[in-house]
């Protein structure tokens, strides 16, 4: 079965960086793109960004252009996302998702990972 | 980047039906038939119950169906169960390559 597992939340300081990792598990990694997707705390749904499979398109949401970036690793069915220059609106929970091909929508979700943005 | 519009919250008995409403624009909601509701229980991941507009995923109750007219697409659950009772969310694909959420309805079965 899917499994979407994140990791590499904390609390960091305002301006400081942060990279999550979300490892994947249960389908062909490789043939599908990537999403992160971020949940502010009692808040909704927020996309940040997406990785298509071969990682040649990497889209943005205008909160994050320039100053995360997504990658990912097919050896290591692992997608990333650096986080740098942190405010105090990127607190969240951050899912990162699978996309499903041809779709363009999120069909399988991880638990998230929280991250805390805090002097 | 602005958020699709969803009511804040809706509420109605067991067995009875509800409708959730999603409003975008010309470049969102009604670009294309790449809209999508996903079911968030407290604490938990959200869950993918519509795609492509009314499209079901495997497993999830056919009481869930959608639709679209124009910018609106709608979300329908009839036979309101008790462990219905989570927070729902529309999205949609746009034509900026990007995604918008609405901002969520929670729905409340008395």
């Known amino acids: 079965q899917v499994q979407l597992v994140e990791s590499g939340g904390g609390v960091v300081q305002p301006g400081g960086s942060l990279r999550l990792s979300c490892a994947a598990s249960?389908?062909?990694?490789?043939?599908?793109?990537m999403h992160w997707v971020r949940q502010a705390p009692g808040k909704g749904l927020e996309w940040v960004t997406f990785?298509?499979?071969?990682?040649?398109?990497?889209w943005y949401a205008n909160s994050a252009k320039g100053r995360f970036i997504i990658s990912r690793d097919d050896s290591r069915s692992t997608v990333y996302l650096q986080m740098n220059s942190l405010r105090p609106e990127d607190a969240a929970v951050y899912y990162c998702?699978?996309?499903?091909?041809?779709?363009?929508?999120?069909?399988?979700w991880g638990q998230g990972t929280l991250v805390t943005v805090s002097s | 980047q602005s958020a699709l519009t969803q009511p804040a919250s809706v509420s109605e008995s067991p067995g009875q039906s509800i409708t959730i409403s999603c409003t975008g624009t010309?470049?969102?909601?009604?670009?294309?038939?790449?809209v999508s509701w996903y079911q968030q229980h407290p604490g938990k991941a959200p869950k993918l119950m519509i795609y492509d507009v009314s499209n079901r995923p495997s497993g999830v109750s056919n009481r869930f169906s959608g639709s679209k007219s124009g910018n609106t697409a709608s979300l329908t659950i009839s036979g309101l169960q008790a462990e219905d009772e989570a927070d729902y969310y529309c999205?949609?694909?746009?034509?900026?390559?990007?995604?918008?959420f609405g901002g969520g309805t929670k729905l409340t079965v008395l």
């Open positions: 999205t949609s694909y746009t034509s900026s390559n990007t995604w918008v």
């Open positions: 010309s470049s969102d909601v009604g670009a294309y038939n790449y």
């Open positions: 249960g389908f062909t990694f490789s043939s599908y793109g």
């Open positions: 998702a699978k996309d499903l091909a041809g779709h363009y929508i999120f069909d399988y």
């Open positions: 990785i298509s499979d071969d990682g040649n398109s990497k």
